[in-house]
């Protein structure tokens, strides 16, 4: 049986890629920060299925305890290690730009010095993300393109991105990125645009909340369902070649169109109920991400299976169901 350790495993990928890892036979270690609050709802469904339980392993770890991840290392001699460990959201990190890197970048840098010291036979995902194209007006944005971060967040994911290059070029370890074009679900956290909006049609229609307020309508990304890209985190680590890979569905749309179907798909009028608030605008914007998944398709034989207006109106029906229930 292989074993797998997630970092960040209480985040919406973590959850969704110990669900397929266990449906795949792993014993899979899932590593959590410690938080007043318990914030495992994302994974509580594997607690309460007795086959599941038996093969997850939850333990307490940290990004910035280099002694800790060292210990994990020792103690759970992993197969496969995905670092999906995050301070994720890009507007936050204008506002705490040190944690964002200490977590991101650093946290990184520690886990690969343990990875390299403890079990370099095992093989290593990084969790890289499209953001760190940032500023670059060329698109679509493949694996070839220029990375010109637009905020700490990026700025913090390009230097784990490099220092996972260097380490694999340097010290020949099986570590390959996955280049994620924004991923969404019923899991996403609620201040991420997509489930802020459906989240807010759903309540709106329900009668509990009657506004919602966003920032910049215009901003154009490249949106997918989170199931279907831990599947291509997977089949990273079951090439022979450890490489980087561009995660994406090739389709790019406004924030305004996810709007218009969400609200469409719930009978509601944006107009009556959408406010722009001039605070949630960012101090820099990363105006259009478009991804060209042509490598993922060729050499990993990955597509993803759900589409923009698929995902949408999935996600809004989840967090309907979640009120009625
Ligand atoms: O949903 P977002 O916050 O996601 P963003 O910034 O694109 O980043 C996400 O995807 C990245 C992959 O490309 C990940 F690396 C990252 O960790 C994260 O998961 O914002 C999407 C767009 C932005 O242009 C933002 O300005 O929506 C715009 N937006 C408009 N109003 C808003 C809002 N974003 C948020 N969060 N909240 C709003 O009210």
């Given at each position: 049986m292989?074993?797998?350790?997630?970092?960040?495993?209480?985040?919406?990928?973590?959850?969704?890629?110990?669900?397929?890892?266990?449906?795949?036979?792993?014993?899979?270690?899932?590593?959590?920060?410690?938080?007043s609050?318990?914030?495992?709802?994302?994974?509580?469904?594997?607690?309460?299925?007795?086959?599941?339980?038996?093969?997850?392993?939850?333990?307490?770890?940290?990004?910035?305890?280099?002694?800790?991840?060292?210990?994990?290392?020792?103690?759970?001699?992993?197969?496969?290690?995905?670092n999906?460990?995050?301070q994720?959201?890009?507007?936050?990190?204008?506002?705490?730009?040190?944690?964002?890197?200490?977590?991101?970048?650093?946290?990184?840098?520690r886990?690969?010095e343990?990875?390299?010291?403890?079990?370099?036979?095992?093989?290593?995902?990084?969790?890289?993300?499209?953001?760190?194209?940032?500023?670059?007006?060329e698109?679509?944005?493949?694996?070839?393109?220029?990375?010109?971060?637009?905020?700490?967040?990026?700025?913090?994911?390009?230097?784990?991105?490099?220092?996972?290059?260097?380490?694999?070029?340097?010290?020949?370890?099986?570590?390959?990125?996955?280049?994620?074009?924004?991923?969404?679900?019923?899991?996403?956290?609620?201040?991420?645009?997509?489930?802020?909006?459906?989240?807010?049609?759903?309540?709106?229609?329900?009668?509990?909340?009657?506004?919602?307020?966003?920032?910049?309508?215009?901003?154009?990304?490249?949106?997918?369902?989170?199931?279907?890209?831990?599947?291509?985190?997977?089949?990273?680590?079951?090439?022979?070649?450890?490489?980087?890979?561009?995660?994406?569905?090739?389709?790019?749309?406004?924030?305004?169109?996810?709007?218009?179907?969400?609200?469409?798909?719930a009978?509601?009028?944006?107009?009556?109920?959408?406010?722009?608030?001039?605070?949630?605008?960012?101090?820099?914007?990363?105006?259009?991400?478009l991804g060209?998944?042509?490598?993922?398709?060729?050499?990993?034989?990955?597509?993803?299976?759900?589409?923009?207006?698929?995902?949408?109106?999935?996600?809004?029906?989840?967090?309907?169901?979640?009120?009625?229930?």
């Amino acid at each position: 049986m292989k074993t797998a350790l997630i970092t960040g495993i209480t985040g919406q990928d973590g959850s969704y890629l110990a669900d397929l890892l266990l449906s795949k036979g792993y014993k899979v270690v899932g590593v959590k920060r410690r938080t007043s609050l318990i914030s495992t709802d994302r994974i509580d469904h594997v607690f309460n299925d007795p086959d599941l339980i038996m093969n997850f392993n939850l333990v307490y770890g940290n990004m910035n305890d280099s002694g800790c991840l060292h210990r994990l290392l020792i103690e759970h001699q992993p197969d496969e290690i995905y670092n999906l460990a995050a301070q994720s959201h890009v507007r936050v990190s204008f506002d705490t730009p040190e944690e964002t890197t200490e977590i991101v970048a650093m946290g990184t840098l520690r886990l690969l010095e343990a990875y390299r010291n403890i079990c370099p036979e095992a093989k290593f995902y990084q969790a890289s993300s499209s953001e760190m194209f940032g500023d670059n007006p060329e698109n679509p944005q493949s694996e070839a393109t220029r990375l010109m971060p637009a905020s700490p967040y990026a700025c913090a994911k390009t230097y784990a991105h490099n220092l996972c290059r260097n380490y694999r070029e340097s010290y020949g370890l099986h570590i390959s990125s996955g280049i994620l074009f924004n991923h969404e679900s019923p899991r996403r956290g609620e201040t991420f645009v997509t489930r802020k909006i459906t989240r807010a049609a759903a309540r709106i229609k329900m009668g509990l909340q009657d506004s919602l307020y966003l920032g910049n309508l215009d901003a154009k990304r490249d949106w997918g369902f989170a199931g279907d890209y831990v599947e291509a985190m997977w089949m990273m680590l079951q090439q022979e070649v450890p490489d980087d890979y561009v995660v994406a569905t090739g389709e790019t749309h406004t924030v305004k169109e996810f709007l218009e179907v969400v609200f469409k798909h719930a009978g509601l009028d944006i107009d009556e109920y959408v406010k722009i608030d001039e605070r949630l605008f960012r101090p820099h914007e990363v105006p259009l991400l478009l991804g060209d998944p042509t490598k993922a398709k060729e050499k990993l034989g990955w597509e993803p299976k759900t589409r923009f207006e698929g995902l949408a109106k999935l996600m809004y029906d989840a967090d309907l169901r979640g009120l009625v229930r």
